[in-house]
C-alpha cells in the first residue's frame, strides 16, 4: 500500500433525472446537466466537508472511459481547479475507481484479489495483482450487465435507470420462467440474448405477469455473474472477492454470492450500495494511490471513450 486509507468527509452526488422521459441516456443532455452541477457539486463537498479550497492538496478527476460530453466538462473544470490552486491533477480510469471502492469501508484489503466490476457501461472480471496493476480475466462480449437491467426494465414499463427497479418488482414475484443461463465460454459475459429472451417472451406472453418476468430475468443475470465468479476462484486460487459497480448495490445479487462465498471460503468484499453506484470517493481514493505511486498527471491529459485497465 503506497496511498493509504481514504477517510470521506463528503461525498456528494447529482443525478440525472432529465434521462427518464427519454428511457436511457440523451448524451447531449448529460452533458448539458453537468454543465449546471459541476460547480454547485464541488461546492456542496467541501461545505459539507468543512475542508477550505486553501486545504486541497490534489484533484482527482475521472478521465476515461465515458461519455466524451461529460468528460469534456469534468476533466477541464477539474484541471482548472488544479490550476488555480496550484496543486497537483491526477486522472482516475473510472473502471479504476470502481475497484478502488472496494477499499473505501475495508483499508486493510490487499491485492492480489479478484474484482468484478458490474456497471452499466462495463462488466469486467480481473485480478488485481497490485493497486493500480491488473490482469484481466474476461468481460462481456455485447451488453453490459447493468444495460442489460436497464433494457429489461424498459420492456417492463419500468423507468430508467432500472436495475433497482427490475430488483424491486422482482422481490414481488416468483422465477417461475426459465431464462437460458448465458455463457460465451471463458470467463467472458453476455447479456443480449438473455435480454432478447426477455423481449420474445413478451411478445408471447403478454399476460405472465411482469414481476414474475423481474424475478426470472433477475434470476438468470446473476447466476451468470456468479457462475464467472465461481469458475474464476477455483482457477485462481484467490481467497478474496471483490464485487463493485451500480449492479453490486442489487441485493439478490449480494444474497447469491453471500451464499457462494460461504460455500467456497472467500472473503467477499461488496461495498455499501452508495459506493457501489457512481461517486466521487471511489474516484479520490484510486486517484490518492495513482499520485502516490506514480506522480501527477500532465495538465494536457486527454478525456478519453475508451481505454481498457491495464
Ligand atoms: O456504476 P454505475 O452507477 O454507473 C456506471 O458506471 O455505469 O452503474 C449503473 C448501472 C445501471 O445500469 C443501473 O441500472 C444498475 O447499475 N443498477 C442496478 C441496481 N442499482 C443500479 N442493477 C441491478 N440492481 C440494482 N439494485
Ligand atoms: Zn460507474
Redesign the pocket.
Known sequence: MVGGRTTVLSSVVSSQLVHAEYGGVVPELAAREHMKAIVPVVEAALLQSKVAWSSLSLVAVTHTPGLMGALLVGLPFAKALSHSLGVPLIGVN?LEG?VFALRLENPELEPPFLAAV?????TELLVVEEWCRYRPLGSTIDD????A??KV?KLLGLPY????E??KLGREGRESIVFPVPDPGGFDFSFSGLKTAVLYHRRDHPDAPRADVAASFQRAAVAAVTSRIEQAVRRTGLRVVGVS???A???F?RERLAELALRHEFRLVIPR?AY???NAAMIAAAGTERFARFGPSPLDLPAAARTPLA
Open positions: 473510472h470502481h458490474l456497471s452499466g457501461g462495463h453490459a450487465c447493468g444495460e437491467f436497464d426494465a435507470p432500472g436495475g433497482a427490475v430488483e459497480g451500480g449492479v448495490a442489487n441485493g445479487l450500495p457501489c453506484t457512481d
